[in-house]
């Protein structure tokens, strides 16, 4: 008795064995992208949509591959030891997948192209001294770093509306040596406080990971320098 695989050319199923060989390859990389462990059985069809979610612009490929995990499932499950492999695989198919692990393993990561050195303060740091940053580097708000941590931004809106309240209740008096960044943030608006505008992101995330729309409201460690001026880079600060 023959096998399917017998009536099979040698090239055509080494092209099976390619393509299957590349699709475990995707899903690697796949659970690497999601930072999800190599060694636990994943869903294809989950890896996919996950990372769609996470990468807008992967979406043609997304469907490409959503498609050729059809073919895979069909290879793996409905092939027996009668008869074999139940199809063959095309040249088109393999390129295809091809271009997705490609896709997948070549990303250019986000801080080859924008990381840059941020203009910090810490919660310690004086008005007076982040007012004089501010005048001299021309940025109306700044990062907060305690410890190695990003603690939130100050800005010169938080700014003007801090001096508002103590000119209201203290009066126009006041040394701003003595005044810390931590007390300024302590008085954020409360319908502010849990905002969440900041999104923090790897900085070996790939450029196409990194949503042109979010790089409005992303903090120091990924913001392009004409989208979020005070934040003039990025920084390994987290």
């Not at 299957?20 to 994943?42: M, W």
């Not at 896709?103 to 004086?126: C, F, G, Q």
């Not at 940025?139 to 907060?144: A, D, I």
């Not at 409360?190 to 979010?214: G, K, Q, W």
Request: overall charge positive; aromatic content about 6%; charged content about 30%.
């Amino acid at each position: 008795m023959h096998h399917l695989d017998d009536y099979l050319t040698h090239e055509e199923n080494e092209r099976i064995r390619q393509f299957l060989d590349i699709f475990a390859d995707v899903e690697q990389s796949l659970k690497k992208r999601l930072r999800l462990p190599l060694g636990v059985h994943s869903d294809v069809s989950e890896l996919i949509k996950d990372y769609l979610a996470v990468n807008a612009y992967w979406e043609r490929l997304a469907r490409e591959l959503d498609h050729l995990r059809l073919i895979r499932n069909f290879l793996t499950h409905e092939r027996s030891s009668e008869n074999g492999y139940p199809v063959a695989v095309t040249s088109r198919c393999l390129e295809r997948l091809q271009e997705v692990r490609k896709s997948l393993d070549a990303a250019i990561p986000i801080s080859r192209s924008h990381k840059k050195p941020v203009t910090m303060v810490t919660p310690r740091d004086n008005l007076a001294d982040v007012l004089r940053l501010a005048f001299k580097r021309e940025f109306s708000q700044f990062p907060v770093i305690n410890g190695g941590r990003f603690s939130g931004m100050i800005t010169e809106n938080e700014i003007t509306r801090w001096l508002g309240r103590h000119v209201q209740g203290h009066g126009t008096q006041l040394d701003l040596v003595v005044v810390e960044v931590r007390s300024v943030l302590r008085q954020k608006e409360s319908d502010r406080r849990h905002i969440p505008i900041f999104r923090f992101m790897a900085l070996d995330a790939p450029e196409a990971e990194v949503n042109p729309v979010a790089l409005l409201k992303v903090a120091a460690v990924r913001a392009r320098p004409l989208l979020f001026r005070t934040c003039c880079g990025i920084s390994p600060i987290c």
